[in-house]
């Protein structure tokens, strides 16, 4: 039933049954939070703190594109109006940096996107959230390390003025264009990457401040430009609006791109002293400064230079050039490549941290979770994302495929969201424990009756959905006496409550049609080519879909186990439920929209991973042979066992 279906086929059986049988089982077999009862063979240093959280979030999302995008999303679709068409994006990405928040100060392990989805959703989506965002990582930063050459080239004198070990040159033969630069480029990250987690973070937060000096020289040079020239980009006669609220919202959807990257803050979870305080604060405080410095540069260059007579390539260079300061493109330029140095650090250092998850979680071979004892950082998958990441940015133009990096962030974004309607309304009542401790869990059986019916009479969130309840109306019936004392007597006051296992059943059913509703939504008003009455009839049946479960969801009461899920004193999400699923809708309309190119390149991927997951991740997880216990009742089991952690 919904997203409660793992509860209910688990909870008919008996207590301490397996939870790797069937292929459906395996799909929505869910891992418990880490918690003191666990104990790892190894662990990632803890370093971090706020100040570096926030160089690597900020490293990470401000790349060079910024230099390049004012320039064209002015242009072609808002005009003046820039600097709105930036604020509406972060304020879009901020409802995916809320639900991160949450979860990784709950949840706060590696892996991201991938480890949350594990928890709350299930190990088949999990595995494919995973694939995709090794798939993002990988092409990120290939992408990010060519780009890196022609920049490198300008501060130089021009496109041939690299050494020739360094210049791209061409292959007849291959019909190819090499870049010996993006490779070295990429080696040099992957070295620094295994030095240590605070080194390399150092490194970036130096590349960041350098990127962040360029962005303010744009900012207060250009304020000083446009005071003395009159901003003669906004005394146009077409007004701030010239494409109209459309073109401004269509260049919010272009720009939410330049927001990507904050999410490289939670992959870090592990390795932050203090996760409950200081990533939410971490990731907060990265997506302001980028939201604020976009903002302000857009506000400036289209200030200076009309928007139609901006250059699409080099807009905020040209823009200072024509006011006779052509000097000022060598801080840009230096500005562009410290931004590409920060980002391509922060598109390989997620990546081996993932690798280690799911390694860890059986679903990878155990050479990805190894972690170096010296330098407490996975060397391994470290130096094998590297690899990968040079081959790639040395033989391929990967700027054709640069379209799928955004599928893998915003699967992760959409999954991310799903997650924290599921934590609030149906989190796991279900944990698995290792086979090892089948013998404190048949003491503890015993101790609470032979079996799962026994149980749940003590505790009714031990069997939550199982057939037995189906028979139970939907509405309790409970009887109030009231005092009335000018009549002298009471009288019976009917009041008719959801009982908790019914809550779960529809929370879990409407989560769920609330997907089912967004996706018809979005696809029906993406697809231009549908016959109009098909068209608004599915437009209409989403949107149906999406109002019944807002309001539903707003409704009912959100699960108390919410409260003790997971590492607790940390960031809780506001406006749960209509924030996430806002945050859904976006999230999955930028989806649509991505091409059919990129979706047919995708589904090649999506393909190899489920062969991977089927011939190996699902026979090698770890929990292939996992006991399913009521969450209640887990402690007690951890307390009467031998390897108990005190």
């Not at 920049?151 to 292959?171: C, E, K, M």
């Not at 280690?356 to 996975?378: C, H, W, Y």
């Amino acid at each position: 039933m919904g997203f409660d279906s793992q509860s209910q086929s688990q909870s008919q059986s008996q207590w301490g049954g397996g939870g790797g049988g069937g292929a459906r089982n395996s799909l929505i077999r869910r891992k418990q939070v880490d918690s003191v009862h666990r104990k790892p063979k190894s662990q990632l240093a803890k370093e971090l703190t706020v100040p570096h959280l926030v160089a690597i979030g900020v490293g990470s999302t401000i790349g060079a594109g910024v230099y390049i995008l004012v320039g064209t999303v002015a242009r072609e679709h808002s005009g003046p109006a820039l600097t709105i068409s930036f604020l509406i994006a972060g304020i879009a990405a901020a409802l995916s940096a809320f639900c991160y928040a949450e979860l990784a100060s709950r949840c706060p392990s590696a892996g991201s996107a991938y480890h949350y989805t594990y928890i709350c959703i299930g190990e088949g989506v999990a595995w494919l959230v995973g694939w995709a965002l090794i798939l993002e990582y990988t092409i990120g930063g290939s992408a990010v390390a060519r780009g890196i050459s022609p920049n490198l080239a300008l501060l130089f004198g021009g496109a041939d003025s690299l050494p020739v070990f360094l210049a791209r040159q061409y292959i007849p033969a291959l019909d190819i264009m090499v870049d010996p630069c993006a490779a070295i480029l990429v080696f040099i990250v992957t070295g620094l990457l295994c030095v240590g987690i605070k080194e390399s973070t150092v490194a970036q937060g130096i590349a960041t401040i350098a990127n962040v000096c360029a962005m303010l020289f744009v900012i207060v040079a250009g304020t000083y430009l446009g005071f003395k020239t009159g901003w003669s980009g906004y005394q146009l006669p077409t007004g701030y609006f010239p494409f109209g609220v459309d073109g401004m919202l269509a260049g919010s959807a272009t720009v939410f791109f330049a927001y990507i990257g904050f999410d490289s803050v939670a992959s870090t979870a592990e390795e932050v002293k203090n996760p409950q305080r200081d990533l939410p604060l971490g990731i907060g405080a990265a997506l302001s400064i980028c939201c604020a410095l976009y903002m302000m540069v857009s506000m400036v260059i289209v200030g200076l230079v009309p928007y139609h007579a901006m250059d699409p390539d080099t807009p905020i260079s040209s823009a200072f050039a024509s006011h006779g300061m052509q000097w000022a493109a060598y801080i840009i330029t230096v500005g562009a490549v410290t931004a590409l140095c920060s980002t391509l650090m922060g598109s390989i250092l997620p990546q081996p941290r993932i690798l280690m998850a799911m390694a860890r979680d059986g679903l990878l071979p155990p050479f990805f979770s190894e972690i170096n004892k010296s330098t407490q950082v996975p060397v391994k998958s470290t130096i094998a994302t590297g690899i990968g990441a040079a081959i790639l940015a040395f033989f391929m133009d990967v700027s054709q495929l640069a379209g799928m990096v955004s599928v893998g962030t915003l699967v992760a974004f959409t999954m991310v969201a799903i997650s924290v309607l599921i934590l609030r309304y149906v989190p796991p009542d279900e944990v698995p424990l290792p086979a090892s401790l089948q013998d404190s869990i048949d003491s503890v059986s015993l101790r609470h009756g032979s079996n799962s019916q026994d149980i749940s009479g003590d505790d009714p969130k031990g069997s939550v959905g199982s057939s037995k309840d189906s028979s139970k109306p939907l509405l309790d019936k409970v009887d109030i006496m009231v005092e009335l004392p000018l009549i002298g007597k009471q009288l019976p006051l009917v009041n008719y409550t959801l009982s908790e296992d019914n809550r779960r059943k529809i929370a879990g059913w409407t989560i769920m049609f609330t997907c089912v509703g967004v996706f018809l939504l979005t696809y029906s008003a993406s697809s231009l080519g549908l016959p109009s009455f098909l068209r608004y009839a599915v437009c209409g049946a989403g949107g149906i879909l999406v109002l019944f479960g807002l309001i539903v969801l707003t409704c009912i009461d959100q699960d108390d186990a919410r409260h003790s899920f997971g590492h607790t004193g940390g960031f809780i999400c506001p406006f749960v439920p209509l924030l996430p699923i806002v945050c859904i809708l976006i999230n999955v309309y930028l989806l649509i929209n991505l091409g059919g190119d990129t979706w047919a390149r995708v589904t090649v991927w999506l393909i190899i991973g489920v062969l991977v997951y089927v011939f190996y991740g699902r026979t090698h997880s770890s929990l292939q042979d996992a006991v399913y216990v009521p969450a209640a009742h887990a402690n007690e089991i951890f307390r009467s066992s031998e390897n108990y952690v005190a």
